[in-house]
């Protein structure tokens, strides 16, 4: 992490055992904030609510609900009544009973509340997952009651939005209790604010009394971003970001507040430089994430579209979105809109503009390409509603087609990608220059006509008990990859820290192959090599040659979708029926010194084993297989294509079979 990490922590840690924090931004009563602004008699009209910061095209809204399926309609109506009976979707997933307005303090899973103390001597942990608290104060309910304000589905939106302001306010008092405890969660909740804020600034719930409210919460969460943005950009990723973001867009809110030149100068001047830093000459992003990367999009994207009408220039920001887009465009399933789920997922997804399942990424593709100026890339559907949120309707006129190379190298933001007819193959390729979350070097996802068939397991809770509080499914065991029977890809040192960090090296690529070396030994596996080999009819061939110091066993791990279908006699080819056909693993090697041993899991009951988490907080069942192989120089393959497929092993050759297709593998040709 560098010496200088390690400095700031240490001397960070001093100051929090000291209360330096404490003392730098004490309880006040909300009141005091007026002063920020001038005389607390000053009238607020003139100088905020008449400019609420995000312009949106509502004349292209309206014709955009006009084309929508009635189902969407029916979406939006449903989920802001579950809103306002008291439920809310935690984390774009399972609905969870909050109330309305929302519990801020109990933790609604497991009924904990945390001290109603200054925000700096909270501890994280001891509260069940201190997400569930933090959730709805991020204010995502706003999208919601906008979306369906903008439809004429609820009359009250903007008396809603200022009840759970005006409750939020009245149960939080500045800088005291948890909502409080996270820069980068304070400034998810100004953006969503600046959002409602916008929409409902001309309505009459908006009242003057109510708008100076207002503008003393946004004060106070600018004066509490800015008092410790030093330990957000210590993590070098997107709370750093989003703190910037969130200053900047505060200091153009907020003219009138006597640090608002400070906010755009210091906001504007740590977006550029993290962006440099953060963002790679690929488009890869540090946070090795594909949810942090639609995160670190959505932010820097609002950010510039906020400040774009004061002038300020922010061209980093510009070049770095450019290329965070083509990365994200490169790794992105052309039928289905989503992308692999790789490193840690915890649930963000901060601008709700649409529909769209959360894991579909075609509405920051649309929104970030519409803020840049460039033509959208998918043709127009439910995914296009946010470009008009962010005021950028004209960009709907212009649209380029999808357009992705057969085979891309990523080297910087580690993926290696290759697409074939309707199916895509992702290899993870790390070379972290920041840390790592997930420990998944050459972990390949496979995708097949809009469906991830050979998938990564995700990301279930960053604190839970027993036997989750380790954070399984970050490591090796819970990739497509091979581990050793004990051991990993790296020590884990810490909850997000993984020691060394892995990394792989590419050794070779041609347009229908890729074959890559994991760096370094791995317990009793000192070489490991993976090839991928694309074939004719969307089939793909994973070629694994593990060199071991000694003979000693070690273990190939696959996951695969959660469909109903049936195994051979042996275990070691399972076939799934998918409402587009059947589609089929099979796994064969050679060079072992005892017969391999394959188990399948679909949801173990007591262990972490067959389980994925399609979303933050919730666990679905998939297929994971777990070969056991033990030898001193030993060749793995697995087929994975549509219909039924075989793969045999003979004296100096593979024959593999699928479907209508037949090939041998020569057992030394990929070495």
């Known amino acids: 992490m560098g010496v200088r990490w390690v400095g700031y922590r ?26 920020r602004a001038g005389s607390p008699a000053r009238s607020f009209r003139p100088a905020f609510r008449t400019r609420p910061p995000l312009h949106f095209d509502r004349d292209a809204l309206h014709v955009l609900f006009q084309n929508e399926p009635e189902s969407s309609r029916d979406a939006v109506h449903r989920q802001v009544t579950e809103l306002l009976s008291g439920k809310q979707q935690f984390y774009s997933g399972r609905l969870t009973e909050v109330s309305w307005p929302p519990e801020w303090h109990r933790n609604v ?75 980068q969660e304070v400034a998810f909740r100004v953006f969503a604010l600046t959002v409602g804020w916008s929409v409902f600034a001309d309505e009459a719930a908006s009242s003057d009394s109510r708008a100076e409210k207002l503008w003393c919460l946004l004060a106070a969460s600018g004066e509490r971003i800015a008092a410790d943005i030093g330990y957000a950009l210590s993590q070098k990723n997107n709370h750093g970001l989003s703190e910037a973001a969130g200053l900047l867009v505060l200091g153009v809110l907020l003219p009138e507040h006597r640090d608002a030149r400070q906010w755009i100068e210091l906001g504007s001047r740590l977006l550029n430089s993290q962006v440099d830093e953060l963002i790679y000459s690929d488009g890869g992003f540090s946070q090795h994430s594909a949810n942090y990367h639609r995160v670190m999009l959505q932010v820097l994207t609002f950010a ?25 465009q490169s790794i992105q399933d052309q039928l289905s809109g989503q992308v692999p789920r790789y490193g840690h997922d915890d649930g963000a997804l901060v601008f709700q503009w649409s ?45 380029q087609g999808l357009h992705s190379e057969a085979a891309v190298i990523l080297p910087h933001g580690g993926f290696a990608v290759f697409r074939k007819e309707d199916s895509m193959a992702c290899l993870r390729l790390p070379d972290p220059q920041h840390r790592p979350g997930h420990l998944d070097a050459l972990h390949t996802d496979i995708w097949w006509k809009g469906i991830n068939m050979a998938i990564d397991a995700g990301t279930f809770r960053y604190n ?59 317990g009793s596996i000192q070489h490991w090599v993976r ?141």
Not at 127 to 142: L, M, S
Not at 501 to 508: D, E, Y
């Open 109 to 183: 899973i497991d009924g904990s509340h945390p001290p109603q103390s200054h925000f700096s001597i909270i501890p994280t942990l001891g509260f069940g997952d201190i997400k569930d608290i933090w959730e709805p104060g991020r204010f995502g309910f706003v999208f919601p009651l906008v979306r369906a304000f903008a439809r004429n589905l609820c009359e009250d939106a903007a008396e809603q939005f200022w009840i759970a302001v005006e409750d939020f306010m009245a149960c939080n008092p500045a800088f005291v209790g948890p909502q409080w405890m996270c820069g």
């Open 464 to 522: 839970h008990g027993v036997p989750w509080d380790t954070l399984p499914l970050a490591r090796g065991p819970a990739h497509n990859v091979v581990t050793p029977t004990s051991g990993d890809q790296a020590e884990s040192v810490g909850r997000f820290l993984f020691v060394p960090w892995p990394k792989a090296r590419l050794r070779r690529s041609d347009p229908d192959f890729v074959q890559a070396e994991f760096c370094g030994p791995m």
């Open 531 to 671: 090839s991928l080999i694309g074939l004719d009819g969307n089939a793909w061939c994973v070629v694994d040659q593990v060199t071991l110091d000694r003979e000693s066993s070690f273990q190939l791990h696959w996951h695969i979708a959660s469909f109903p279908g049936h195994l051979s006699n042996d275990g070691f080819t399972r076939t799934l029926h998918t409402s587009a056909g059947d589609y089929s693993i099979a796994i064969a090697a050679c060079d072992t010194t005892e017969e391999p041993m394959v188990e399948w899991y679909h949801g173990e009951r007591e262990g972490t084993r067959g389980w994925f988490a399609p979303r933050y907080g919730v666990l679905e069942p998939c297929h994971e297989a777990v070969v056991t192989l033990r030898g001193v120089r030993v060749t793995c393959v697995t087929l994975l294509a549509p219909g039924t497929v075989s793969v045999e092993s003979g004296e100096a050759f593979w024959k593999l079979n699928w479907s209508d297709h037949q090939t041998t593998l020569p057992h030394a040709a990929v070495i």
């Open 10 to 35: 240490v001397r960070r840690s001093i100051e929090h055992r000291l209360g330096v924090l404490e003392r730098r931004l004490p309880r006040a009563t909300w009141e005091s904030f007026r002063l």
């Open 304 to 328: 510039l579209t906020i400040v774009e009408p004061y002038g300020i220039k922010l061209p980093a920001v510009q070049g770095g979105l450019r290329r965070g887009l083509k990365f994200l």
């Open 355 to 399: 529909g769209c399942a959360y894991d579909d990424f075609r509405p920051v593709i649309q929104e970030t390409a519409a803020v840049l100026g460039e033509s959208l890339p998918w043709p127009a559907g439910v995914w296009d509603e946010g470009v008009c949120w962010l005021g950028r309707a004209s960009a709907l006129a212009a649209r």
